[in-house]
């Protein structure tokens, strides 16, 4: 390691001389020169700081703030550099107003025909043929003259326009509130990331957004670096930089050779310290941002601009931006903003298809009407009467014309269930905002509804299932196991010196024990969980570890082998007073015994430590620890001369012939929870898998008292090397076949790596030996669980152990790391389901009726007995306001009782199927009853046959207010779709429901009443709403004689809404296709087109998954195609296609192992 900034040095006051004037706010140093420093890498970025600063300590004064004990709390202070070098936040897109979203719901392809014919009939309407000829066009104008009521003609075409209006404005309202909260979920993700700085000396969390240039920030394994700075201690730190190079080997950075951060980047290994020089829109990500037009933020960039311009020599090949993909990654994120759209799940794939073909019914039933109702008029006028048509009378005929278009649109209107897709969105967006307070934060809308057909479950055991707070309770040293912690007087006083400065030095300093904050707690365990286990240990022994760190401080490590998921140890070197080194190593025992040739005994002394006391000190000390559920860690010891000098990267030697000083024993209790939720998963017909880093026997132990694994049952329990081995053939390469040998019957793998999971979590999508493919939920928290994460069908980050490359990867994040919140995710998402089920029964009765009650009455009575404004309220009833009872019903605790749906199960069932015809038939006899005999009923004019611009009869008010208050009781039929009897049952829990339901009727008493014309309503007496109401609540009865027909006797009955019929894809479409997918990542250009190529194609494909019997899973895919979009971390240019990500899994490490999960 260089030696540059590791010695620290005290804060002096700024030497004179250093300010050369001009420099912003007193700082030695302006946003230019740190903009085109941080356009460097490497030796240019080392030969600039030493042109300029002579050394990052310089830098450190000029910018005011000390390597050690960072910025001082000042607010005034923190204030001046905001203001001097900008904040760390990059503004949003602007959102949509309210205006533009309107101007959206007007592009409506039916609204629009609506809106046409609206204007040519008011226009028309105004027109009187010349003189007294009226009687000359027939008898086809004569009543309208009578009433006198020619003048009342544009109330029609004015009341259409209205009520387009009207749906108008609650579509973009409804659009605005989604965004709304979509905007508040966004920002409630970004305060979740917080970042560790030093204020004043000590280490605190803040916002990432509070960060200010001049902080020192303490980075370690799995951060995302939210700010660019220059590195000014560092062991063994390597970063991922793939998401600004596209570069996907890690990058080593140190202060000798490269100690350029970049936000935006991954810390995949190792820890450091840095100085942010760059933060919000200067910084690299920023600057990226600002490129894609990302906030108005034109003028603070210009400071930036200047020093580009001199540097663009230099820049020119460093920075990534301008290179010739430059204008690639804009086009990128143009796309992006369009392809964010498109991000549809599978139910809205259903729905989509769904309401398309119900749409090309009601336009072929419209087109019918229309012609029919043209036909009728023309054949009766000149025909039958025999009139001649005459010039002047042409706009009257037209007028007719008119009319009987609007009917046909009228129909369409009424049978294009636009509400559906709304309704989903709702649905989503109501959960997800609910969810929220079940400690679930969803960052795909999707995933919510997935997590309803979930049928297995990966997790991870530490802080998952268990509570993540480890304690030391079983020790084994000089010779003897101890299985409550001793004293420190029955240890050797020298062995009990060495522990205490193994584990002192060998932890990440990051990691440490507070003292509780109340009287009588816990003490606050900060850090990785398995290192402040072991610093409890060496304060139970009443030794003090911050002396031991305070002896030797971080900058005076020699080196550091931070731990990571292959070595499953960690090692640190220090150089002792005489010059000597002593290494210091812990790690899982099984590795690490393996490497020890000596252990201590009672005396203190080392002794050889032969194979076969290994092994009896495996059956004595470690199995039977691990079979009461402790994770078993070994603690060991080196020393080594100073000359001659060992060779530091030759790590297999440096680590091996050590010394064991003990084996401790950390238990981590389960969460008291999880059985319970466990329980209740495999209820729900969901299989529970635990995949941990620990050694097998604890995993047992562990699995056992969660309820995973019960005696007597049929399982598998195995490691990671037994796994590979089986699923493996001679050439090495993975097989499906005997994939799926394996995990049916699989409960828990242990001592797995990273890609042991992903490669489990594959092997269960693409599987075809079940009849539903399966939807796999996979947990992660550490930064090599990123694949497994991306993979799954639904991927939960832990947002308190998690690390941010997790975070990034998933679908949901747990905010408080606790197994039973995913049981509640489950709920929810079966509640989606159900909520859009609801809707469709009732959606569907409406439009069946409406549609038919619209035809036939056009076609007997040459006028439709729903007149087009009173559609218009119908549609907007059905639609918008039942989509907003229906969908927002509060989840119960049934929904786990049942199976979960699968995949390919329609959205109708037959019971749905029933519950529509059976509500449509009544409907239709009771239209038409009133329709050809309510006159003789009610003892009223009949309102059959009017001419044209007639009053409203009451007739057709009647009959228009029975079909409301039908609907408005049905509504509470659809409140339940699996043929429950009690359809009351818990319509209190939703005020959302019971509100529009009475709402909806307050206006319906208005409309009728006072409507008049342009509802073509009459008013109605109270005789007339009694039996108005009296049938509408027929539905309720009529409800409970469907419900009591049994399903099996309506064998006839078909299920609707399926995925698409299998299309013929051919094999090596197939085959090009899950290839394509998989560099769609590495290739920006093709990714574009398959975007739009593949989103039809996805959707086919993903419904239809089980019945190529060649998945290759395309939600996956469809998922990693639009979070390769999606994600800022895969703008510029390309991440690893996952093949390659998985071979460099094994590499990434973990110096602070927040999972903790790679411990035995």
């Avoid at 790596?753 to 599987?767: A, N, Q, R």
């Avoid at 694949?787 to 747990?814: C, N, Q, R, Y």
């Avoid at 479409?1069 to 574009?1088: K, S, T």
């Amino acid at each position: 390691m260089g030696d540059l900034g590791n010695s620290t040095v005290d804060f002096h006051p700024k030497k004179p001389g250093m300010d050369k004037g001009g420099h912003e706010g007193d700082f030695g140093v302006t946003v230019e020169e740190l903009c085109s420093l941080m356009e460097l890498r490497g030796p240019e970025a080392l030969q600039k700081i030493q042109e300029n600063y002579t050394d990052t300590e310089t830098l450190c004064h000029r910018l005011k703030t000390s390597p050690a004990d960072g910025l001082s709390d000042n607010p005034a202070d923190l204030e001046k550099r905001r203001q001097v070098f900008g904040m760390n936040f990059i503004p949003p897109k602007k959102p949509k107003t309210f205006l533009q979203l309107v101007w959206e719901a007007l592009q409506d392809v039916t609204l629009i025909i609506l809106e046409i014919a609206a204007i040519i009939s008011l226009g028309l309407s105004f027109y009187q043929p010349p003189g007294g000829d009226s009687e000359a066009c027939g008898n086809v104008s004569a009543g309208a003259e009578d009433e006198g009521e020619a003048e009342a003609g544009w109330i029609e075409g004015a009341a259409i326009l209205l009520s387009v209006l009207c749906v108008v404005l609650v579509t973009a309202f409804n659009d605005w509130s989604k965004e709304k909260q979509f905007r508040g979920l966004q920002s409630r993700i970004e305060q979740e990331q917080r970042f560790a700085v030093v204020r004043n000396g000590t280490v605190i969390q803040i916002p990432v957004a509070e960060m200010v240039v001049g902080d020192i920030a303490q980075v370690k394994y799995g951060d995302l670096l939210p700010a660019d700075g220059v590195l000014i201690q560092g062991n063994d730190l390597k970063i991922d930089e793939s998401s600004l190079t596209g570069e996907s080997d890690h990058v080593h950075k140190s202060i000798a050779k490269d100690p350029m951060l970049l936000s935006g980047t991954h810390v995949m290994e190792g820890s450091g310290k840095m100085l942010v020089t760059a933060v919000g829109v200067n910084s690299q990500t920023g600057i990226i941002f600002t490129l894609l037009g990302a906030g108005e933020v034109e003028e603070e960039k210009k400071d930036c601009k200047k020093a580009k311009k001199q540097d663009e020599a230099v820049a020119m090949e460093m920075q990534p931006l301008k290179s010739a993909e430059g204008g690639e990654v804009e086009e990128k994120e143009k796309k992006k903003s369009s392809v964010a759209k498109k991000e549809k799940s599978v139910l809205q794939g259903k729905l989509t298809k769904l309401a398309v073909q119900i749409g090309k019914a009601g336009l072929v039933m419209s087109a019918i009407t229309v012609i029919i109702l043209m036909l009728y008029f023309v054949i009766e006028t000149f025909v039958v009467q025999g009139v001649v048509w005459l010039t002047e009378c042409t706009p009257i005929y037209v007028q007719y014309f008119v009319k009987f278009f609007i009917i046909g649109v009228t129909v369409l209107v009424v049978a294009v269930p636009e509400g559906l897709p709304l309704a989903v969105t709702i649905s989503l967006a109501y959960s997800v905002k609910k969810m929220m307070k079940d400690n679930n934060l969803v960052r795909h809308l999707d995933a919510c509804e997935t997590m309803g057909n979930a049928t297995a479950i990966c997790s991870d055991k530490t802080g998952t299932l268990t509570t993540n707070r480890m304690t030391v309770v079983q020790i084994y040293i000089g010779d003897q196991l101890f299985r409550n912690i001793p004293r420190p007087d029955q240890i050797n006083p020298k062995t009990l010196e060495l522990i205490t400065s193994a584990i002192a030095v060998n932890c990440a300093y990051t990691s440490k024990i507070i003292a509780a904050d109340k009287e009588g707690g816990l003490p606050k365990q900060v850090g990785n969980k398995t290192e402040c286990a072991l610093l409890g240990l060496v304060l139970d022994l009443k030794q003090e570890y911050q002396a031991v760190r305070e002896q030797i401080p971080e900058e005076k490590l020699y080196k550091v082998y931070t731990f990571n998921s292959v070595r499953k140890s960690m090692s640190t070197v220090i150089q002792m007073p005489d010059g000597s080194f002593r290494l210091y190593s812990k790690g899982a025992s099984e590795i690490l015994l393996k490497k020890c040739s000596f252990v201590l005994g009672r005396d203190g002394e080392a002794r050889a430590f032969r194979p076969r006391d290994k092994d009896e000190m495996v059956k004595k000390v470690i199995e039977p620890m691990a079979c009461e559920g402790l994770r078993t860690i070994c603690i060991a010891y080196r020393e080594f001369p100073a000359d001659p000098m060992p060779d530091w990267d030759n790590e297999t030697d440096i680590v091996s012939n050590l010394i064991c000083i003990t084996v401790v024993g950390i238990e981590d209790p389960v969460r008291a929870e999880v059985p319970e939720a466990i329980r209740k998963c495999q209820r729900a017909g969901i299989t529970v898998r635990m995949v941990t880093g620990d050694n097998i026997n604890t995993a047992r132990a562990i699995a056992a008292k969660c309820g995973i694994i019960h005696p007597g049952d049929d399982f598998l329990c195995m490691e990671g090397k037994d796994f590979n081995r089986r699923i493996r053939n001679e050439k090495g390469e993975i097989e499906q076949e005997r994939i799926d040998k394996i995990w049916p019957k699989l409960r828990v793998l242990a001592r797995s790596s990273p890609t042991d999971k992903h490669t489990l979590v594959k092997g269960i999508i693409d599987s075809t030996i079940v009849e539903q493919r399966q939807v796999v939920a996979v947990t992660g928290d550490g930064t090599n669980d990123g694949p497994a994460l991306k993979k799954a069908d639904v991927g939960f980050a832990m947002g308190i152990a998690g690390t941010d490359v997790a975070k990034e990867a998933s679908d949901i994040i747990l905010t408080d790391d606790n197994f039973s919140s995913i049981v509640k995710a489950v709920m929810w998402g079966r509640n989606v389901y159900d909520s859009i089920s609801k809707f469709l029964q009732f959606q569907l009765t409406v439009n069946v009726v409406a549609v038919i009650v619209a035809f036939t009455g056009a076609c007997i009575t040459q006028d439709s007995p729903l007149k087009a404004v009173q559609m218009l309220w119908v549609n907007l009833i059905m639609d918008t306001f039942a989509s907003l009872a229906l969908a927002t019903e509060p989840p119960t605790e049934a929904l786990l009782l049942r199976k979960p749906y699968g995949r390919n199960n329609p959205l109708i069932s037959r019971t749905m199927m029933k519950n529509i015809l059976g509500h449509a038939v009544f409907q239709l006899i009771i239209i038409f009853t009133l329709l050809f005999v309510g006159e003789k009923i009610f003892d009223i004019d009949s309102g059959r046959n009017a001419p044209l611009h007639s009053p409203p009869s009451e007739h057709y008010t009647i009959i228009f207010n029975t079909f409301v208050l039908m609907q408005l009781f049905n509504e509470i039929n659809a409140r339940k779709i699996h043929g429950e009897r009690n359809v009351f049952d818990g319509i209190f829990s939703n005020p959302i429901f019971c509100s529009i339901v009475l709402g909806t009727f307050a206006i319906q008493i208005v409309i009728v009443q006072f409507g008049g014309k342009p509802f073509s309503c009459s008013p109605l007496n109270v005789e007339q709403w009694l039996w108005c109401l009296f049938v509408g609540m027929g539905e309720l009865v009529w409800g409970q004689v469907i419900a009591s027909v049994p399903n099996h006797q309506l064998k006839f009955l078909k299920e609707a809404g399926h995925g698409s019929a299998p299309d013929m894809i051919m094999d090596e479409d197939l085959a090009e296709d899950e290839e394509e997918i998989d560099h769609a990542e590495r290739e920006l250009r093709r990714g574009q087109i398959l975007w739009f190529r593949g989103l039809n194609r996805i959707q086919t494909q993903m419904e239809v998954v089980s019945t190529f019997k060649r998945s290759g899973s395309f939600q996956g895919a469809a998922r990693r195609r639009s979070s390769v979009l999606s994600q800022l971390h895969d703008v510029t240019n390309n991440s690893t296609p996952s093949h390659v990500v998985l071979s460099t899994a094994n590499a990434t490490g973990a110096p602070g192992n927040p999972g903790g999960e790679s411990f035995p």
